[in-house]
């Protein structure tokens, strides 16, 4: 068991950032898993397995969220959460991004 | 963002009376319509569009809450309301717990930015137990809106 949680930063990359579709495949992934994992800006950061808290989040396109994961299984769980956001979470029919980043 | 900003205080609803998704979606936007901030001839439009997001995945997030929501073009600005059902309705939700709070939502579809700022309200409040579980044992509309506006005034939520 590791002693340290493994983390990695990734970036919400869909126009519409981090909704409630996504949200729901980024917790189905991470439900997947047996390691805890936390998912948020750094120094704020919520459970990656709860919709409500992924939704508190209001990371729109740009963000960049640290997610950190602790147990067996860190490692695989972080990589397939990050193939979610890189793959902007196949966020089909959808316009592309007209309003700039949101500062939050 | 906070409730004020996209919640139409006229068209809450304490006493859904609809015990399907479809119906209390339809009631839902009804209220908002009753209200004058819908128009008439998207009414049956904007519901279809909620049902067919629906089928992409409950907007039902747990905790026996829900925020079904659209894009549509004929709103100018997100607009949205508040019921809630005393019995609950069955959602199909994420967690299968039915749904007695629901915050309905229809925003313009180029502005992305002000529903993610709307779901990180609902959601950053709904955390507060207290908070969601007066909001669902609330009995009249202005029950609810007193309880939006104290959580406008951060009387529940550190952050």
């Known amino acids: ?104 | 963002m906070k409730f004020a900003d996209f919640i139409t205080t006229k068209a809450i609803r304490a006493d859904l009376k609809a015990q399907s998704k479809e119906a209390v979606i339809a009631e839902l936007v009804q209220s908002l319509l009753d209200a004058g901030e819908i128009d008439a001839d998207q009414h049956d439009d904007i519901i279809a569009s909620i049902m067919k997001r629906e089928e992409l995945g409950s907007t039902g997030i747990g905790r026996g809450v829900a925020v079904p929501h659209t894009k549509h073009p004929s709103v100018q600005k997100l607009v949205g309301t508040v019921g809630i059902s005393e019995d609950g309705v069955d959602f199909d939700s994420l967690d299968g717990e039915r749904v007695q709070l629901f915050f309905l939502l229809i925003s313009p579809p180029e502005r992305p930015g002000d529903h993610l700022r709307a779901l990180e309200n609902i959601s950053r409040q709904l955390r507060d137990e207290t908070f969601c579980r007066f909001l669902k044992q609330s009995k009249k509309t202005k029950d609810i809106s007193q309880l939006l506006q104290e959580a406008d005034d951060n009387q529940f939520v550190s952050g």
Not at chain 1, 51 to 79: K, N, P, W, Y
């Open chain 1, 1 to 104: 068991m590791n002693n340290t949680p493994l983390t990695r930063t990734v970036t919400v990359r869909n126009p519409q950032g981090l909704h409630a579709r996504p949200a729901d495949l980024v917790v189905r992934k991470a439900t997947s898993y047996q390691s805890l994992i936390l998912i948020g800006r750094d120094g704020e950061l919520v459970d990656c397995k709860s919709i409500l808290s992924l939704l508190t989040l209001g990371a729109a396109q740009g963000t960049v969220l640290l997610i950190s994961a602790d147990g067996d299984d860190a490692e695989e769980a972080l990589d397939s959460i990050a193939q979610l956001f890189d793959a902007g979470f196949d966020d089909k029919n959808e316009m592309k991004g007209v309003e700039p980043v949101a500062d939050m």
